[in-house]
C-alpha cells in the first residue's frame, strides 16, 4: 500500500511531497502516509496506529482532532468556507491574541508562520527605513528570502543564501550570528548597527532540536538591538500557547517589539500572525505604506479552529499538566540512557523535548551539530518499528498533546528504552 502510494506521489509532487521533511530523507526508510489523527494517534495508510510526538510539528496541542475543534470546523464550514471580508470571529481571535501578549495592541493574521516572518521582517525594514536583518544560525523562520540563509565565510556576520534560488543581494542583507553568543550581537551591531532594521530570533530555540536561551542572552540582545534603534521580533511560532496562555515572552519578561505566531492559534489549520504595538502595526497597509495582503488571510475555518483552541487552553490551563507528563517521559528516557551508559541530553520545556546524542548540553547550531547525530536515524527507526513517531529529523522538536496520559507516557517509555538498547548493542 504505501510502496504505492510512495511511487503514485513522486510521480505527481517534488520529491513525493509537499514539504520536504515528509520524505523522511534525513532519517531513512519510506515515509509514512497518514489516513486519520485520533488524539496521541495517527492511523497510516497502511493501517498502523502511531503514538504521535510530532503532533504536525506543534499545532495540535489539544491531539488530532479534538472534538471541540472538529464541532467548530464543522459549524463554520456549513456557513461558507471563505468570504474575503472580515467577520465578528474573526476579531474574536484577534482580541484573544492581544489579550495574551502584553503590549500587543494590533494583529494581522496571515496563512502560515513563513508570511508571519516575512511581513515582520518587511514590516520592520518599512518602519525604520534600514534594510538589514540580524537572524541566529539554527533559528528557523519560515521559507522567505532573506531568512534562507547560512552564516557566510566572510565579513562580519553578512550571510550567504542557504538556498538555490536567493539571490545573494537578498541573503547579503542578512547578519548570522551564533545563538546564546552575545559578543555575536555585539560586533554585528557594531559593525552594521546604523542600517540594522530588526533582530528575529526564536526566544526559545525550536529548530535545532530544542535549545533554551542562556540566562541575560534574551534581555542583552534585545538591550543591544534597541541601542542602535534596531527592533526586536520574537518569532513564537513554535512557543506561542505552547508553554502559557501566550508567549515565551511572558516567561523571560521581555517585551519584544513584533512577534509572529503560526501553529497553535490556527488549531491545526492554515494560519500565521504578527503582532505588536500598535504605533508600528499601523505601517502596514492600508493604513501604511508597507504592504502585505491575503485572499484567505483570517479564513473563518483557521480562525473558528485556533479559537476553539485557544478557547480550551485558556478554560482549562493544561499547561501543568502537560509540564508533569513531559517531565515524567523525559526522566524515564534519561533513567534508560543512564543505565545502558549512552549519553544524552534532552532538554524539554513545558511539552515540548528532544534528544542529542552527547556528553555536554547544547547550546547552539554548531553544537547542535557537533553532536552524534548519525545515531538518530537508527534511533527514529527503531522507534517507528516500535509504532511510536517522532519528528523525522534529528534536529526538530518533539511535541506532548493533552491527548498524551499514562498510558501513552508508559508506552513511549518502554519503546525509547527499547530503542537505546537496541543503539547501545
Ligand atoms: N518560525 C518557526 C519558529 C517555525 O518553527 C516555523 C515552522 N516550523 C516557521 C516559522 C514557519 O512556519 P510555517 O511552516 O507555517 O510556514
Redesign the pocket.
Known amino acids: 500500500m504505501s510502496t504505492d502510494l510512495k511511487n503514485r506521489a513522486a510521480s505527481v509532487m517534488p520529491g513525493g511531497v509537499n514539504s520536504p521533511v515528509r520524505a523522511f530523507n534525513s532519517v531513512g526508510g519510506d515515509p509514512i502516509f497518514a489516513r486519520r489523527g485520533n488524539g496521541a494517534y495517527l492511523e497510516t495508510e497502511d493501517g498502523r496506529t502511531l503514538l504521535d510526538f510530532c503532533m504536525s ?2 499545532p495540535l496541542i489539544l491531539g488530532h482532532a479534538h472534538p471541540a475543534v472538529v464541532e467548530a470546523v464543522q459549524r463554520a464550514a456549513e456557513a461558507g468556507t471563505s468570504y474575503a471580508v472580515t467577520t465578528a470571529t474573526e476579531i474574536q481571535l484577534a482580541e484573544t491574541i492581544c489579550g495574551a501578549f502584553p503590549g500587543m495592541e494590533r494583529v494581522r493574521l496571515v496563512s ?6 516575512m511581513t515582520a521582517i518587511r514590516l520592520a525594514r518599512g518602519a525604520t527605513g534600514r534594510d538589514k536583518i540580524l537572524k541566529f544560525s539554527g ?5 522567505a528570502d532573506s531568512l534562507l540563509v547560512k552564516a557566510g565565510s566572510g565579513v562580519a556576520g553578512i550571510a550567504s543564501a542557504s538556498s538555490a534560488g536567493v539571490p545573494e543581494s537578498c541573503a547579503g542583507q542578512t547578519l548570522v550570528a551564533r545563538y546564546n553568543q552575545v559578543e555575536d550581537v555585539e560586533a554585528m551591531i557594531r559593525e552594521h548597527g546604523d542600517d540594522l532594521a530588526a533582530v528575529i530570533l ?1 526566544p526559545f530555540a ?2 535545532m532540536g530544542l535549545v533554551a536561551p542562556r540566562d541575560g542572552f534574551l534581555q542583552s540582545t534585545a538591550e543591544l538591538a534597541r541601542s542602535c534603534g534596531a527592533l526586536v521580533i520574537f ?1 513564537e ?2 512557543t506561542g500557547f505552547r508553554l502559557v496562555f501566550g508567549g515565551y515572552q511572558r516567561l523571560c519578561g521581555i517585551r519584544p517589539d513584533l512577534t ?1 505566531l ?2 497553535i492559534i490556527g488549531g491545526g489549520m492554515p494560519i ?1 500572525a504578527i503582532g505588536g504595538r500598535a504605533d508600528l502595526m499601523e505601517h502596514l497597509a492600508p493604513n501604511g505604506e508597507v504592504y502585505q495582503a491575503g485572499t484567505l488571510s483570517g479564513n473563518p475555518i483557521s480562525v473558528a479552529a485556533g479559537l476553539a483552541s485557544l478557547q480550551r487552553l485558556k478554560d482549562h490551563d493544561p499547561y501543568p499538566d502537560l509540564d508533569r507528563q513531559t517531565g515524567l517521559l523525559i526522566q524515564n528516557i534519561q533513567s534508560s540512557a543512564a543505565s545502558l551508559g549512552i549519553p544524552v541530553q534532552t532538554p524539554r520545556a513545558g511539552s515540548m523535548f528532544s534528544i542529542f546524542f552527547s556528553e555536554s548540553p547544547v547550546h547552539d547550531f554548531d553544537e547542535a551539530s557537533a553532536t552524534n547525530t548519525d545515531r538518530f536515524p537508527g534511533f527514529f527507526r527503531s522507534l517507528l518499528a516500535q509504532n511510536v513517531y517522532l519528528p523525522p529529523s534529528a534536529f526538530e522538536t518533539s511535541f506532548l498533546s493533552t491527548a498524551h496520559g499514562d498510558r501513552e507516557i508508559s508506552r513511549a517509555s518502554d519503546a525509547f528504552d527499547a530503542a537505546l538498547r537496541k543503539l547501545g548493542s
Open positions: 510539528f506543534g502560515s508562520g513563513t508570511e508571519a516572518c533559528c528557523y523562520h519560515g521559507h526564536e525550536g529548530n518569532d511560532v513554535i509572529t503560526g501553529k500565521g
